[in-house]
């Protein structure tokens, strides 16, 4: 008997679970970000564990420091290989006046499911334990282990440090996995599956510059008195075109990798749209509306983005004094093979060139990930979408940073493939956050796919 | 019997009375920009109201649409020239930790009075107010009339409206008077009494560039999403050169009147030191120490300056979104004869051609102002200071704007002469502010001797 012959019922079957576990899970708010909700993310971290509990795993609530993480797993066979799969339990805030529905409320419509959290990451890690529970009693030989975060949307402060302390249970550590899987992103268009195969790196910094002890009248000491925000001004531009976005610190792009023929073509061939991707950020004015411009902007080059000027004055009208101190809070989004640590010095040392009297501290440093387009992981992910989709993916590019793939990159030297099942319209970050029982049950198709394709890879 | 035979020994026996009204005046806590003082401002105008009529003056409360402002006169001669005493009565904020005494409690010692607007501007009031009356009961054949704002510390909004509607009383409105004396300024040192002849101007300025309607993800977005902080620091740059204060707007410059060599001479007569400048206003780094330099730029040259960019993120931390939209708030310093009309227009014009997405809207201008160092008025002043002070003032000019000044200008061109009697270790707009009975001993003798000269001008 076939892997794949008693799926389609099992997904079926499984259907009345998923809406009611899948509620249960979002109904509990963790919201990483809000200190007040700190008990509620601990209560999620649980109610998961008790769901993977009940398919048969092994699963502890593992404390980081911060808020927890769960890992689990089912029986450890040595001579099998092992997968981690990645998801996220915690939730974006909810806050925006355009939620139609209380967001910790679930409710189903038109098999759609509604609330914070059911499109990320909830109702993808439910896919994949779903799944996951389909292989393990069909005798998939492969070991999968759960590692579900519930820092992400605070960008992952403990994971490291959960990672290395994390235990199944039964005194059983986490094993290196042989690979990751991550269920954690967006499709470009419904109907064609996208796999993103990189990220960019992140380098965040701040600058300061103290020219007084006090804030000065403008009229009794302009013209002689240093003005720290009009110099750290200057020393921004110097940095970036801010027309074109060309960062202008010398050595910046000496590193960065050409993009290649193949990844150029993968991008052509993703059904990227720049009206979409503008409507979906809310963006008005554009660099750019070239499309591969735009593509090659977002995933395959690094920027220079300033995000706050802080000392001046920021209250309505104007206060005509000049502020003692001031300080420009920056980060560059990096791409392969930019090092982060050189690209701070290059940095800083530029900085320090322009103007002596300006300190340049950094705020923390994220390695650039790309994996390998043409290896089995990646042939194995094609197949599993196309099982799950009837539709190969498009491989693309992720122009953010997920410090956890970066973290378990450099833990165990693994390749990291993203297996992501929300649609643009599924209000990622966004009010009316929904995922479907469309990509649910194709997405365990695709999951069971791929466990069975990547179990049997040397 | 002259004028001047009974003056010294009025000064002496004036002692009691002048201690005893500026402590009742300096108990009355006016800071105007507190909005819980305002029945104490209104209670400020009152009791200096009392002082004026207990010397046998008219003097009215008039209502200005925010604080009140007290205009005052005595029996008015249709055949003699008039001058109006300009002061203000509201005092800044005493809220400074470094304030050893309760800044509204008066106190005496050594011959020095303590609180805060002893020296500004109380203490010069209360002088100018003794002089005067020695003046009119000794038949000075001058008409003397007080202006008493009490706005002048947050920028004398309805000081115009003020004017207008002004009445000393009995139906007499105020006079276009002949000229205009002003005591609220400081001298640059003890035993060397300064003159100011010059005011720069202002215009204030708001740029603002929208390019999203909410923040964006700088890892989704960033390389293609404009993003407006980058946009205004580039703006900024191209308006000011940070390191030099040099404007570059095109136009700036073409009709800054070249420093006359007489205002050169005064200004190197004047007794001025940069590291009791730098000290005064806590500067630890300046862009020149040049003596000449510093003096030059404070009070012959314009000045552009940021007050302040917002639109970014300014908590603690990193957080890398780029936002919607973001504002810069400038200023300019303006010296005669530029236009701040005709300035506003060239900038207007040139950040339009910089980046035409950039809205550029007006703050507020004030002309600059400058008096005639040659005239009879000057001539007078530094008669009046050689007979109080036994030693002619340097004619220095102020960085500062002082709206008062610029809308006495406007209403009546008359000529605007600074009779300033606080020093520089006075506190003024500082901790443990002072007044002391040399400066209003020496200060009423200045006064009465001015009030003589210019009632004999044709």
């Known amino acids: 008997m076939s892997l794949y012959d008693g799926l389609d019922t099992y997904i079926e079957e499984s259907r009345p679970r998923f809406e009611s576990w899948l509620g249960r899970w979002v109904e509990v708010p963790t919201v990483s970000m809000d200190p007040a909700r700190r008990d509620d993310v601990r209560a999620g971290a649980s109610v998961v564990a008790e769901s993977l509990q009940a398919l048969g795993a092994l699963a502890t609530v593992v404390e980081t420091g911060g808020h927890p993480m769960v890992v689990a797993g089912w029986e450890y066979h040595a001579d099998w290989p092992t997968v981690t799969v990645y998801n996220h339990l915690d939730v974006q805030p909810a806050m925006e006046p355009e939620w139609t529905r209380d967001p910790f409320k679930f409710s189903i419509e038109n098999d759609r499911y509604y609330g914070r959290g059911t499109t990320d990451d909830k109702g993808?890690?439910?896919?994949?334990?779903?799944a996951a529970r389909y292989a393990i009693e069909h005798a998939v030989p492969l070991n999968i282990q759960f590692v579900w975060e519930m820092e992400e949307e605070i960008g992952s402060p403990h994971f490291k440090d959960g990672l290395a302390k994390a235990s199944i249970g039964h005194g059983r550590g986490l094993q290196t996995p042989d690979s990751v899987v991550v269920s954690d992103t967006v499709w470009l268009a419904g109907g064609k599956p996208a796999a993103p195969y990189g990220l960019r790196g992140l380098l965040a910094a701040h600058l300061t510059l103290e020219t007084a002890t006090r804030e000065a009248h403008s009229g009794l000491t302009g013209g002689v008195?240093?003005?720290p925000l009009t110099e750290l001004c200057a020393v921004i531009d110097r940095c970036v075109d801010a027309a074109s976005g060309r960062v202008r610190i010398p050595g910046f792009y000496k590193d960065v990798r050409p993009l290649g023929k193949k990844d150029a073509e993968q991008f052509l061939a993703s059904g990227f749209q720049v009206k979409s991707f503008a409507d979906a950020h809310k963006l008005t004015k554009l660099r750019t509306r070239d499309r591969a411009s735009v593509m090659r902007r977002l995933w395959a080059e690094p920027?220079?983005?300033v995000h706050g000027l802080t000392g001046g004055y920021t209250g309505p009208g104007v206060k005509t004094s000049i502020p003692p101190r001031a300080e420009a809070k920056v980060s560059m989004r990096l791409v392969p093979d930019?090092?982060?640590?050189k690209i701070f010095s290059l940095f800083r040392r530029y900085v320090r060139?322009?103007?002596?009297?300006?300190r340049v501290e950094s705020d923390g440093m994220l390695r650039p990930y790309v994996g390998d387009l043409r290896g089995p992981y990646a042939a194995a992910l094609k197949t599993a979408m196309r099982f799950g989709f009837?539709?190969?993916p498009a491989f693309i590019r992720e122009g953010g940073s997920i410090g956890a793939v970066v973290t378990m990159v450099e833990q165990w030297n693994a390749p990291v493939m993203f297996l992501g099942l929300s649609l643009p319209d599924h209000g990622y970050h966004a009010p009316n956050e929904r995922f479907d029982w469309g990509q649910a049950s194709r997405g365990m198709k695709a999951f069971v796919k791929y466990f069975d394709e990547i179990s049997r890879l040397p």
């Open 353 to 358: 060139k322009l103007n002596p009297d300006i």
């Open 390 to 392: 009837d539709r190969e």
């Open 225 to 227: 008195a240093r003005n």
């Open 124 to 130: 993808p890690a439910l896919t994949a334990l779903l």
């Open 303 to 305: 920027t220079f983005e």
């Open 338 to 341: 930019q090092h982060p640590e």
